[in-house]
């Protein structure tokens, strides 16, 4: 600024007469050495506004001499010269006075602006120190908020209530007169009291440990003695196996058995629980009416290979490997085995069915010392269960011919529900398997795998509902076990009903209809028609028949039921009846269709009366069955049959015109021969006193 | 068919096949007919329903059924206001207007003065005499009884019969009966002075006799001066005053229910068919049913419901088969 200053100042100088630049600097000189004289100092002293009016009135006159040396000069003369001097001079002076005026101008504009300079870097230090001041107080505001947020750990802890804190802390923790008022302080204190319980505590645990410890050095040296007490228990039970078998006690047995009942299927395993659970419940009502009895009605038994079993529940490993090298293997030998896709499919038919190697044997024991035997077997891959039965008896039986189908094992437990005849799968799903090797239906296999009875799948606790098939059946206990008293009594009666039936099969074989005394009541003490022959026929040849249409028709004849045919003869009469016996007798009754041949061919067609005859033997069946469990029904029917022929030969109207006797002269009482107007005759029975009526 | 498994559809299945339909009655208003079986229950069937275009198969069976009986129902008739039946020696009466309510009992029961016995007799026919407002019962006891039904009292015992009487006809014109029985005559009752006038003994003809069916005479029709009856005997048509049989029907198997429609004589007995006999004994038609035996005819022609004007036939199944033409056999009703 100062070398702007000079260069503006030179060219002033230059311009100014030199003189007073001359004097002045002289001056200036002077000053330095000898007197001070400084102009700033004069600056100070001045005041600018009457500076400025001077500048004014300086200027004013230099232009009103101006404007008269111009006004001179343009009148022109010679005179005018000393004028325009004189002029001149005052003019100079006035130039003079403008230039210090100038000058102090400059310096008070350099004093101003150092003025400003300083006071602007006062300005700026003051500003700087500001910021830092607020820096300084936001940042102690952060630092505030902060401890504010501060998350103290004792926060975590639950502590116990203040109540609780006041009541057990010991006074020299709780100090409740200082801590009562202070929050703080009572933080502390109970901070201070769960420490302390917290070192109780863990105090505790340690000991608690070491009991621990203590007490299982103990158990460790108990088991030792035990596991050394184990083969001297061993030695004892295998000397005392003979004292079990001696008292019928078969604790051991059973201990095995439920060994072995761990590697059981699910259905087979809940069979057997059930079906234990059940032979013991029996076994305790049999002992708490009458004394102990050793033999048990239901006895139960696992059948089968362990190691088999065991074999199934092997890690997989083994197998993946194995299927890989036989998938190595298959490629291989595909151009061989391609040729015998057949005996493949033979192969996969055979693992769809396969069986698991466990099987459940029940054994129950009826009445009569039959015993029915079923072994209960479960298709792994099928899921589903079958049964298959014998029937061993006390003495040995004498087979009749026709009682052939009775006891056998396809049969014997055919319908123990109605509709329940075995032969197709329970589980819907079979059905797609099948689809995939080839197997028509379950029915052609069911000789060899055991029949797959519904009520053997719910034995087992397996469902399938029809509506909604499941993926996964799972063995139900409780569905096990509400069908298990049912199943086994329906079992009983089943095989109870076969015997007597198989019993009376071999009488009525030989012509004895073999009424028993309990019975007797039901027929006159003299019955004539006899009858002659029993045979079993086939259901086809009974469809065949021409006088079982209405049997046929009203669906009566499924082939789930025997057939058989009796004849009846009195005389020259001959009494065909075919005989519909359903797997459900007795609570079915066997349904009689007849034929007579007398006089010309007889049938319900022709003849109200062997209609009303077969009435007398299907629908009034009830009172035939004579003392429960009513198994001599089939004999009953059979002789009520003789006596029914008898009435109707005897009663039948004499022909006028034929000569000679009649053939069968009427032995019977009766009230009345015919009644209403389908000419009934009297086919009912009255005991004891003996003659016949009308229905 | 499917076969039936449970022991009650067994016997449910055996009763029906062993059900026989004894009689039949149309009610007053012409649409409902009764049907009564062995067993002594009454089916109300709907005839209304089962002839209509939207007739399902339900409509073809019973609206109710109800046991009325202990022992079969041998006889109906209708009223204008009751359905009478009988069977087992009791006639009892129902209100039609109740009868299809459930739980319907009996409005009265009566029982003709039978002498005691060991079996009571049963009652196989029935017949409504208009004019003096009475039924005459017959059956086991060889007796016609009349009943009053204004007062419900046995008013009159025709006696003369030597067997069970099988079957009943009115003689339209003059107040008299005839019955037929199981003694193989046809006795005509006076019913004014309580007295036998006419027997014929059918059997005793030798062009109508046949003695290997037996005597007995099953059924009856009347018309003016011309009785036609059958049974043991062949089916016979006879000229009253002149007791002389006129035409012999030619037909083998006994006959159980007659009756004269128009100018024909519809007859029905052991076999499917209805037969349908010109009076000169020619065999106009032989029209199956679905029952092995037949035992009753039914013509509906009550004025009430002419729709309904059908011919029902009931006997030995549960089905009572409708004819809506003599023609042909149009359905069944069943049990």
Redesign the interface.
Known sequence: MSSESSKKRKPKVIRSDGAPAEGKRNRSDTEQEGKYYSEEAEVDLRDPGRDYELYKYTCQELQRLMAEIQDLKSRGGKDMAIEIEERRIQSCVHFMTLKKLNRLAHIRLKKGRDQTHEAKQKVDAYHLQLQNLLYEVMHLQKEITKCLEFKSKHEEIDLVSLEEFYKEAPPDISKAEVTMGDPHQQTLARLDWELEQRKRLAEKYRECLSNKEKILKEIEVKKEYLSSLQPRLNSIMQASLPVQEYLFMPFDQAHKQYETARHLPPPLYVLFVQATAYGQACAHMKSSSQPPRQDKTLSVAIEGSVDEAKALFKPPEDSQDDESDSDAEEEQTTKRRRPTLGVQLDDKRKEMLKRHPLSVLLDLKCKDDSVLHLTFYYLMNLNIMTVKAKVTTATELITPISAGDLLSPDSVLSCLYPGDHGKKTPNPANQYQFDKVGILTLRDYVLDLGHPYLWVQKLGGLHFPKEQPQHTVIADHSLSASHMETTMKLLKTRVQSRLALHKQFASLEHGIVPVTSDCQYLFPAKVVSRLVKWVTIAHEDYMDLHFTKDIVEAGLAGDTNLYYMALVERGTAKLQAAVVLNPGYSSIPPIFQLCLNWKGEKTNSNDDNIRAMESEVNVCYKELCGPRPSHQLLTNQLQRLCVLLDVYLETESHDDSVEGPKEFPQEKMCLRLFRGPSRMKPFKYNHPQGFFSHR | ???????TE??Q??????M?I?SQSVSPCGKFLAAGNNYGQIAIFSLSAALSSEAKEESKKPVVTFQAHD??V?SMVSTDRHLLSAGDGEVKAWLWAEILKKGCKELWRRQPPYRT???VP?I?ALLLVPKENSLILAG?DCQLHTMDLETGTFTRALRGHTD?I?CLALRERSPEVLSGG?DGAVRLWDLRTVREVQTIEVYKHEECSR??N?R?I?CLATDSDWMVCGGGPALTLWHLRSSTPTTIFPMRAPQ?HVTFYQDLILSAG??RCVNHWQLSGELKAQVPGSS??L?SLSLNQQPAAPECKVLTVAG?SCRVDVFTNLGYRAFSLSF
């Open positions: 068919s499917t076969p039936l498994q449970s022991p067994v016997f299945a055996l009763q029906r096949l062993h026989t004894f022992g079969p041998y016995s060991l079996e049963e196989n086991g069970y099988h199981e003695p290997h037996g007995w099953g159980k052991q076999g092995p035996g035992l030995s």
